[in-house]
């Protein structure tokens, strides 16, 4: 493909797969779900997954893409054809793409949420408030349909424009300043939090395991997660790789990825439990942990509006280069697949996107009762797509990477000696092994 689109450099390429795989995953969703699961005992795990499944896979990932330099779908399509492999594969191509819709609708509705606690941090608005009218202020959000409209709007309008520009002048532009700003952000931010009495305390509870909240439902929300986190499964990171020259070395290059995204999410714990624990606040609150408990923390203590300011700002970066890298694939693979333009494109699909997101934001008020299996839309979504279908996508890659592209020498990873032993035997056995196993105990 001679007018394939590439990143300016590999560095520009760390930077977008950094800032898609350092998301509300890593702010927002890890620290209440280590919360939620009693601390170390749960890190211990997630870092299980992302070593022995979340690596191999992300390598596999990268890898198909800059092999075909295409698209999720075209990808699984040539690839086959080329090695004459079954047609079957790119089953895994469409089901990134279905999986992309639904990710960025509840994805945009959360983002949202952070806009508007940025609003009210800059208006200083809850100034004042005690505990309660804090927790009521989230809850009459989440009441309120036109406010999670009007945010998830505007978000979803935010990620179109940017992935509207393409590569180049889209994303490539965006992460490079935001990428910088979310570190210096995150560091200030636990700079602030190591001169709390309680960040002893929180390290206690990071490295001090209690094991007696670890059940097969926790396992799979670890595995689920270091997919989500890593954004795997669905195409993005295949994407993302397809824009990279033929000829790159990978391997280094996924590596940095998943360290930078794993000190993202310790780090964001290490800024975010010393404010709650300070206030003697529940680390277990779940996903309002970060805007009812971290807003009632801060308001408490000097400089909070300022530092409130920086958080919420820290978490709408992160959010939107991850939205990005959600949109991009699914409009590459309808780019070339009806040859309209990347602007109609980008603004059908991001109409369609925006449209499941009012059923997700609904689903916090008016149609609260509707349920899919006892949840309602937005936890069976997140569900879903974290639990069952990144996870699932991530099986067939592993399995196509290895088994059908690395078996052919036309199309080999091009990794040598024990390095690609140890790939090969994490991608093609233990990868899928614990996938199937964790799946079907978690499910049952
Ligand atoms: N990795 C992102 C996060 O942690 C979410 C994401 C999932 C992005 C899947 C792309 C694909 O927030």
Redesign the pocket.
């Known amino acids: 493909m001679k007018n394939r689109q590439h990143w300016s450099s590999r560095y520009v390429f760390l930077l977008a797969a950094i800032g898609?795989?350092?998301?509300?995953?890593?702010i927002w969703k890890f620290p209440y779900i280590v919360g939620e699961h009693g601390g170390g005992a749960f890190i211990l795990v997630y870092l299980l997954c992302i070593t022995l499944v979340g690596i191999p896979v992300l390598i596999a990932e990268v890898f198909i893409g800059k092999t075909a330099q295409a698209n999720p779908v075209a990808a699984f399509t040539n690839l086959a054809i080329q090695v004459k492999a079954s047609r079957f594969w790119v089953i895994f191509g469409y089901l990134g793409v279905l999986t992309g819709f639904l990710?960025l609708s509840f994805?945009s509705v959360v983002a949202g949420w952070s806009l508007e606690y940025l609003s009210v941090f800059l208006q200083n608005s809850l100034l004042g408030f005690d505990a309660k009218a804090i927790e009521d202020h989230f809850l009459s959000v989440l009441a309120s349909a036109p406010t999670l409209l009007l945010w998830h709007s505007i978000f979803m309008v935010l990620t179109v424009i940017i992935v509207g520009r393409g590569i180049k002048s889209g994303i490539e532009k965006m992460v490079g300043i935001a990428m910088p700003l979310l570190f210096i952000i995150l560091i200030i931010l636990v700079i602030y939090a190591t001169q709390l009495d309680s960040f002893a305390q929180t390290l206690h509870y990071f490295l001090d395991p209690d094991f007696s909240k670890l059940n097969t439902q926790a396992v799979l929300i670890a595995l689920g997660h270091a997919f989500?986190?890593?954004?795997l499964g669905?195409g993005?990171m295949m994407i993302y790789g397809s824009y990279l020259q033929k000829n790159t070395p990978i391997v280094r290059l996924s590596f940095g990825i998943a360290i930078m995204d794993t000190l993202v999410a310790l780090l964001s714990g290490l800024a975010i439990f010393p404010l709650i624990f300070a206030h003697h606040l529940e680390p277990s609150s779940g996903p309002s942990l970060l805007f009812i408990s971290l807003p009632n923390a801060l308001l408490a203590l000097p400089f909070g509006q300022f530092f409130g300011i920086a958080f919420f700002f820290l978490l709408l970066i992160a959010a939107i280069s991850?939205a990005v890298?959600?949109l991009e694939p699914v409009v590459a693979y309808l780019v070339q697949k009806t040859q309209y333009s990347r602007g109609k494109i980008v603004s059908m699909v991001g109409a369609i996107i925006w449209l499941i997101g009012i059923g997700v934001l609904l689903s916090f008020n008016h149609w609260s009762e509707v349920k899919i299996l006892g949840n309602n839309i937005f936890d069976s979504l997140d569900y879903l797509t974290a639990n069952i279908l990144?996870p699932l996508g991530g099986l067939g890659i592993a399995l196509f990477a290895t088994w059908i592209l690395d078996k052919n020498p036309k199309t080999s990873i091009g990794m040598v000696g024990i390095p690609h032993k140890i790939w090969w035997l994490a991608t093609a056995f233990l990868a899928p092994v614990a996938i199937i196993t964790i799946a079907y105990n978690g499910l049952i």
């Open positions: 898609s795989a350092v998301g509300l995953g890593n990710i994805y989500f986190t890593l954004s669905m993005a991850s890298s959600i990144l």
